[in-house]
């Protein structure tokens, strides 16, 4: 069993910067690959970016690349999301993800934990 939880939202601009975190239990946590995916009000929930068990590999959704950083710190057991250029359509609810299967996969949602979500809001 892994629980994971997320902080680091909260309210700002645009052009503004915001480094998620999320915090995983067990110490099988290093042999999970990561993900974050948001929810905007009023759609689905969409992939963000993941990150290999090895962290030697990582994915992003075309909407954020070359502005989202996703990097994993293993003797905290904590994945991160630093984002940069933040625009008002990255508002959302950002939900970290753990699964036992490849980056790839959890791109399409084969994931086998979720955090409870923490709001980012950016005001343009």
């Known amino acids: 069993q892994v629980q994971l939880l997320e902080s680091g939202g909260g309210l700002v601009q645009a052009g503004a910067s915001l480094r998620l975190s999320c915090v995983g239990s067990g110490r099988t946590f290093s042999t999970y690959a990561m993900g974050w995916f948001r929810q905007a009000p009023g759609k689905e929930r969409e992939f963000v970016s993941a990150i290999s068990a090895s962290g030697g590999m990582t994915h992003y959704a075309d909407s954020v690349k070359g502005r989202f950083t996703i990097s994993r710190e293993y003797a905290k057991g904590t994945v991160y999301l630093q984002m940069n250029s933040l625009k008002a359509e990255d508002t959302a609810v950002y939900y970290c993800?753990?699964?036992?299967?490849?980056?790839?996969?959890?791109?399409?949602?084969?994931?086998?934990?979720w955090g409870q979500g923490t709001p980012v809001t950016v005001s343009s």
């Open positions: 993800a753990a699964s036992l299967l490849d980056i790839i996969r959890i791109r399409n949602g084969m994931v086998n934990y």
